[in-house]
């Protein structure tokens, strides 16, 4: 079976460190992108950041920038997300995700889609004093 | 950044009612657009990519439409189990974003 499991959340204080865990199983994880999205309480989703298969291309949303790491380990089926200098509105469901990448029709212009397929059940993260 | 931005944010429906909701992107993306379904306190499951092709395992009542700016996703007949809240997403840039989600709840 396909799965990811966040782990790795908590209550931390402001300014405080974390550092999330994403096991996959059930498939290649080194044939996979991996993104991590968050949701705070009772708002919408909001993309975190990416990673390629091999760990050499890596994207993070500009306002999450200088404070967050993605990383990933293929030899443990491992993706991580390294948090620093927390601050309250970085509370939040953390989920990882895998990324698919399909060829576009020619029609649309060719390329690939995007999209993310499989989800974690998510690991919360509360910054709080 | 490409802004997403749903309506409505909610809205009360009927078990069999036709439901529209609506995605605009602050640019152009092609179809490089998603649509993700969320029930409470569970993960996001896809249910269309490219704008239009229905992820496997998808009720055909759900569907998709659009291009460059404008998008809509619409459930032909409301079920049961379609009580939930919905996102688009683009992913035409490098940095994702997601709309702000649309709930849709018991009329």
């Known amino acids: 079976e396909v799965q990811l499991v966040e782990s790795g959340g908590g209550l931390v204080q402001p300014g405080g460190s974390l550092r999330l865990s994403c096991a996959a199983s059930?498939?290649?994880?080194?044939?996979?992108?991996m993104h991590w999205v968050r949701q705070g309480p009772g708002q919408g989703l909001v993309w975190v950041s990416r990673i390629n298969s091999d760990g050499s291309s890596i994207s993070y949303a500009d306002s999450l920038k200088g404070r967050f790491t993605i990383s990933r380990d293929n030899a443990k089926n491992t993706l991580y997300l390294q948090m620093n200098n927390l601050r309250p509105e970085d509370t939040a469901v953390y989920y990882c995700?895998?990324?698919?990448?399909?060829?576009?029709?020619?029609?649309?212009?060719?390329?690939?889609?995007?999209?993310?397929?499989?989800w974690g059940k998510g690991t919360t993260v509360t910054v709080s004093s | 950044d490409i802004q997403m931005t749903q309506s409505p944010s909610s809205l009360s429906a009927s078990v069999g009612d036709r439901v529209t909701i609506t995605c605009r992107a602050s640019?152009?993306?092609?179809?490089?657009l998603n649509w993700y379904q969320q029930k409470v306190g569970k993960a996001p499951k896809l249910l269309i990519y490219?704008?239009?092709s229905l992820h496997s395992g998808v009720p055909s009542r759900f569907s998709g439409s659009g291009s460059g700016t404008d998008f809509t996703l619409t459930i032909s007949s409301l079920q049961p189990e379609d009580f939930a809240a919905y996102s688009c997403?683009?992913?035409?840039?490098?940095?994702?974003?997601f709309g702000g989600g649309t709930k849709v709840e018991v009329k």
């Open positions: 490219g704008a239009s």
């Open positions: 997403q683009q992913t035409y840039s490098t940095l994702l974003s």
């Open positions: 059930g498939f290649i994880f080194s044939t996979f992108r």
């Open positions: 995700a895998r990324g698919y990448r399909l060829v576009a029709p020619a029609a649309t212009g060719g390329g690939y889609y995007f999209y993310m397929d499989v």
């Open positions: 640019q152009s993306i092609s179809t490089h």
